[in-house]
């Protein structure tokens, strides 16, 4: 379908004409529709099954009613029903109505009837879905509306007084009251009734337009009946919030009499646009659905079933947990960067936090608390087997692999979020399974914890609270990533399934983000490892020592105050008198008053 385009200051309404016997009503409601707000504009959409002669036939017979109408458009849709490219053509028209039809009695397919729906929630106007009687209405002048005080229904209070004034008709506000006894319930109606009026903004004392009605009646669908029967109204117009009551009012409140024979009423659903938050969150939705390839239904199934068997707390979760536990604790103790690596390849805690951040966009409650503990449950038994193993490892201070993980700064959160964002997608596409292992690797999720357990056990206290802090900003990152990423690929839950604790656990954990930012930046802007490890390498180099490799890591501390490790692979040892040179130089040279040094240093000898 191409674009329409029109200038932003004209407000137009638009309908989509899906078969060819609602064509005439179609037309002649919007027609009507269009005078009573005001608007200049007419644009009508159609399918192949409605050609446009059949359309431009309908229009020159009700032209010369129209003479207000300065433009017209008429665009084509193609067989089906593409509701994104729709939505989008009404954002490009600034349309202030979308007219729709809902008459399963014309033959339209129950597919098609499904799209309008969903383009009736989804449009970001107000938007009408018409069921057509059989009878011609050249003038909409009585109109029966049942209101319950709510925004939908006063959009209907308000297009139907417009209506039926253009007409000069009438207007019947209906409001079914609780069987209560015929008298009470008459006057606790019709008090209730002034105040749904007043709230439209209608005037209750023209009598003249204005009939409000009461029935007293313990089921609605009978009260709104009996009103129905009492005359031949144009229109019965009622508001609703979306189109899962569509089906319902539309054929199930009202008798069959009321859609049956020449007389046969044409009924209205009216929908007030959605509030601004909501509007801006579709039409971002609409944009990711047409620059992200969206999962399909298959996609979408196989995934929920792969993250939910897999995030489940179970024995193979433990074993796991425990052997990638084992072999990270090794390899940080050995200093061995391959080890670690084979360890994080082994760790099976990326996989509830994707299914986290799923059921955060999903609304699926059971889904998260089934990952939040396994995540919870993997991180307490891989802290406890981490320090079982720095109790019995026979190493009195931190490697450089240990203290590599103890300074974690903004960088660290870079990773772990687009670490998350390529599991999620990778996950999702199963094509893209084989780039998982770097995922992994590049997350680094055992090791952290790993850390904390064998650093708690040499009573590095500042080092395990940095790699605490390192494991939590993974975590935490790596769920909203995966939930964004989710969300992007098409993953949402009901209409209205936004829930609040869906709000709450989102906001929770904005927070707590905001929170590990808060060291992590200050770190960052800080720089004083690269700073270090220059005026580490130009002082020693001035004492007569030839390092082969230098890494100072684990910068923290508050204030004024810096704590540095620095980690030395050279041919002797560094003697404590030329520690304590080192520190004073580095003092000046990074103009820091209170700095703590730690110098560990790794012997290696030339072999010639």
């Avoid at 319950?148 to 959009?155: E, I, M, R, V």
């Avoid at 103890?406 to 199963?430: E, M, T, W």
Wanted: net charge neutral.
């Amino acid at each position: 379908m191409t674009r329409l385009s029109t200038n932003r200051d004209t407000m137009a309404v638009a309908t989509v004409i899906t078969n060819p016997k609602e064509a005439e009503g179609m037309i002649r409601w919007s027609l009507l529709f269009a005078l009573a707000q005001g608007n200049d504009k007419l644009v009508l959409l159609h399918t192949d099954s409605v050609s446009e002669k059949e359309i431009r036939s309908h229009l020159d017979f009700w032209a010369e009613d129209f003479p207000t109408l300065n433009e017209l458009e008429i665009e084509a849709m193609g067989p089906c029903i593409d509701e994104i490219k729709l939505l989008g053509a009404f954002d490009d028209l600034s349309a202030s109505l979308l007219v729709l039809g809902q008459n399963r009695e014309c033959g339209t397919p129950e597919e098609e009837m499904h799209a309008l729906r969903k383009l009736f929630d989804k449009a970001l106007c107000d938007s009408i879905i018409l069921r057509l009687g059989n009878r011609r209405v050249d003038e909409s002048d009585q109109v029966l509306v049942p209101t319950d005080g709510g925004p939908h229904s006063n959009l209907a209070l308000k297009l139907a007084s417009r209506l039926a004034k253009r007409h000069d008709g009438e207007i019947v506000p209906l409001f079914v009251e609780s069987d209560i006894g015929e008298a009470d319930g008459q006057a606790v109606g019709l008090r209730i009734l002034g105040k749904f009026i007043d709230r439209a903004g209608l005037d209750r004392t023209d009598t003249e337009h204005i009939k409000p009605q009461i029935v007293v009646s313990n089921r609605l669908s009978r009260g709104i009946a009996r009103a129905a029967k009492q005359k031949p109204y144009d229109l019965i117009l009622l508001g609703v919030s979306n189109s899962k009551v569509v089906k319902r009012k539309l054929f199930g409140y009202l008798p069959a009499g009321v859609f049956e024979g020449d007389d046969a009423m044409t009924v209205a659903l009216i929908r007030k646009r959605s509030p601004v938050g909501h509007r801006f969150r579709q039409r971002f939705e609409r944009f990711l659905a047409l620059k992200i390839p969206q999962l399909e239904r298959g996609e979408r199934i196989a995934l929920f079933e792969r993250l939910q068997i897999q995030s489940v707390w179970s024995f193979d979760f433990v074993t796991l947990i425990l052997l990638s536990t084992g072999i990270a604790s090794l390899g940080l103790i050995q200093s061995s960067p391959a080890v670690v690596i084979g360890a994080m390849l082994v760790a099976p805690l990326m996989t509830p936090l994707l299914g986290s951040g799923m059921s955060l966009v999903q609304g699926n409650l059971p889904l998260l608390r089934d990952c939040l503990k396994a995540i919870i449950l993997g991180f307490l038994s891989a802290l406890v087997f981490g320090g079982c193993v720095g109790c019995l490892a026979p190493i009195t201070e931190l490697t450089s692999e240990l203290a590599a993980r103890g300074g974690p700064n903004l960088l660290d959160f870079g990773v772990a979020a687009l670490s998350g964002i390529a599991a999620s997608y990778c996950v999702a596409r199963p094509s893209l399974s084989s780039a998982l292992a770097g995922v992994a690797i590049a997350a680094a999720l055992v090791p952290p914890i790993a850390t904390v357990g064998i650093s708690t056990a040499l009573r590095e206290w500042e080092n395990a609270s940095g790699a605490a802090l390192l494991f939590s900003t993974n975590v935490v990152a790596i769920i909203l990533a995966s939930a964004f990423t989710f969300f992007a690929m098409g993953i949402r839950g009901q209409v209205g399934a936004v829930t609040l604790w869906m709000r709450r656990m989102i906001v929770c954990l904005l927070v707590v983000l905001g929170v590990l930012l808060v060291p992590l930046t200050a770190v960052f802007f800080s720089k004083p490892v690269a700073a270090s490890e220059a005026a580490v390498r130009q002082v020693l180099t001035a004492e007569g020592f030839a390092p082969v490799k230098i890494n100072i890591s684990n910068p923290s501390g508050a204030g004024d105050s810096l704590v540095l490790r620095c980690h030395l692979e050279a041919a002797q040892p560094v003697t404590q008198r030329a520690v304590n040179r080192l520190r004073e130089k580095l003092q000046a040279k990074l103009n820091r008053d209170n700095l703590s040094l730690k110098v560990t240093t790794d012997l290696v000898i030339d072999s010639e």
